[in-house]
């Protein structure tokens, strides 16, 4: 059990380091959109789609990264006042009824949305028209990454209701 947090653990801060670099490639894409349009007066045809791409990557190859360091929203008002067990217990129950449907839901569509798209060969609608089926296989690849690192936040829940303590405390 412990290996296999390791390892969830270890693929999701990898990836989320990563990932964090492409908010520079962001900022050098929108800073030169800006001044393509503002100052020359000529905008590019590919700047504000490409821009939207690439935070999409982020936030999507984030998702694991966020719910290994609870980043994602929650009642932390009730959760902190109680004891790692009663937590663990909680993180069970959510991560049962609401996480792995919701996983499960996703990855489903998401591969359809995506098949559907690679069938087709799916290009934008602007004038630019780049291919955007290579890009919507990150859907499905980012909600399994998700799904794995669920699982790793699972096994830590029981690892809580075992122990009594938080796991790697």
């Known amino acids: 059990m412990s290996a296999l947090i390791k ?11 990563i990932i964090s670099y492409l908010v520079y490639v962001l900022l050098i894409v929108v800073v030169f959109e ?3 349009r503002k100052v020359f007066g000529s905008p590019t045809i590919w700047g504000f789609e490409f821009s939207f791409m690439l935070y999409a990557l982020m936030f999507m190859l984030g998702f694991g990264f966020t719910l290994k360091h609870k980043m994602h929203i929650g009642i932390d008002i009730f959760y902190s006042n ?27 569509s998401s ?27 990150v859907m ?16 830590k829940a029981i690892y809580k209701i075992k122990t009594g303590e938080k796991y790697g405390a």
């Open 140 to 155: 499905p690849v980012a909600f399994l990454l998700l799904g794995f690192q669920g699982i790793a936040e699972f096994l």
């Open 111 to 137: 591969i359809t949305f995506t098949s559907q798209s690679w069938q087709m060969l799916e290009h934008s609608q602007s004038p630019w028209a780049p291919p955007i089926y290579p890009f919507k296989t």
């Open 7 to 17: 390892l969830i653990d270890s693929i999701s801060e990898f990836l989320g380091k």
């Open 82 to 108: 109680m004891s790692p067990r009663k937590q663990g217990f909680l993180d069970l129950f959510t991560y049962i009824i609401f996480f792995f449907p919701f996983i499960y839901f996703a990855v489903v």
């Open 34 to 36: 800006v001044i393509s």
